[in-house]
């Protein structure tokens, strides 16, 4: 891409990605307020967990258990719902009283998240503060603890934020809509998406825009029912504007398997499509144009050659944009199904490895002066490095399964390595 306003600008935003990424471990504190219309004990008796508190429950129906798990001081071991109010995975957690008098501060440390102790140091607070007001309560919620990077540190914010607002509706309307959330959520990744597509309008012109979209859709379509066929439930694919597209999953992947087969079928979809449109180029027969002319030449050719360009032009950028996706580096498809295979052996050695070749592509990229891939590149890079050092906790792949992996790579790789050379070919035929 020429770096021209859209070129910088997309690498300036991309840099700041990197920033709020950069893994970088500090102390760092927030503080949230809100008026509450409702009185103290109330909101009291709806933020503390107790499931026995049919408000508290209701503020807090992600938890699936809570049990005390030390006596003095408090610890309570809790069972919460990490799949995003789908039910279908399970985190535990220890949280530790460190004051608590009602109805007025409440002092709260994570001593354990999952497999992980003190997941915010062991100084980490949750501070929360009732204050009597005319018109009913003013909560006030502070969190001070450490952080591996500033965008963990804002979502700890974002999600101490929703918290408050749960705790505002639940005390003033006595019900919790998790429809309006869920709503608010798929208008933005409309919107999103929608933005997107005039972004790849604007650097391809409306015909060009739209194909693109097309093959960026069919491509996450690809990872989206491997995610579905997998398990994962309400996987939903977004458009990113200038850059292409993600499908996500609502929580990680329990084998390496699925997550190198998710990873593999958005390309591996792709070949069917991209196979149609290049055998419906040869039936409908090579058309007599300049392959160096990258617009459709709707004037240019006469109608009955004009459907048959498309075609070869579509199975072209299917491959083309397929096959770089299928790159070994991070954040590509490529890479991610490269991590999944290295992990199942060490996960220790696959963070180096990622680091090395993502690393080499940047490096290689720079020198070409291609500086907005590289930089997205870069967010591969900050991916490898916040990899654990140990084996990921998903089940690693047998023998059969990389095999399989492999095998799938491969083939994929093949036909869009075979489909370019075919086109290359058709073209040069097409010109004697």
Known sequence: MDMGPVGIGLTLLILALIALSWPYRRARSFTLRMDIAAPREQVWGTYVLDLEVPESALLHDHVKSATTFVEDPTIKEVVIDSSGGHGTETTTLHLKTLTQERPRLDEVRTCRWGSTPYPYGENEVVRFELEETGAGSAAT????????????????????????????????????????????????????SALAILSFTYLLGWIGGLVLAV?????????????????????????????????????????????????????????????????????????????????????????????????????????????????????????????????????QGARWILLALTGLAIAGLLYASQVLIAAVLGLGALQAWHMKHDSSTARAMNGSEMAYICLGYLATLGIYGAAIVLYMELTTQSLR
């Open 141 to 192: 919620l502070t969190w001070q603890g450490e952080t591996l990077s500033l965008w963990q540190c804002f979502n700890l914010w974002k999600t101490n934020r929703r918290h408050l607002k749960q705790l505002k509706e639940v005390c003033e309307t006595g019900k919790l809509d998790h429809g309006a959330v869920s709503q608010r959520s798929l208008w933005i990744c409309l919107a999103f």
């Open 215 to 347: 093959i960026v859709v069919i491509h996450e379509f690809g990872h989206w029912l491997a995610l579905k066929l997998t398990g994962q439930p309400a996987p939903r694919v977004i458009l990113i504007p200038f850059l292409g597209g993600i499908a996500t999953a609502n929580h990680r992947h329990k084998s390496l398997f699925h997550d190198a087969f998710c990873s593999l079928m958005g390309p591996g979809f792709s070949v069917l499509p991209c196979g149609a449109f290049l055998v419906a180029a040869l039936v409908l027969g090579l058309p007599d144009y300049d392959p160096s002319h990258y617009d459709l030449p709707s004037n240019a050719l006469p109608p009955e050659q004009f459907l048959s360009f498309f075609c070869l032009t579509a199975a072209w950028t299917f491959a083309f944009i397929n096959l770089l996706q299928m790159v070994p580096v991070l954040p590509l498809d490529g890479g991610q199904v490269l991590r999944a295979l290295v992990q199942s052996f060490s996960g």
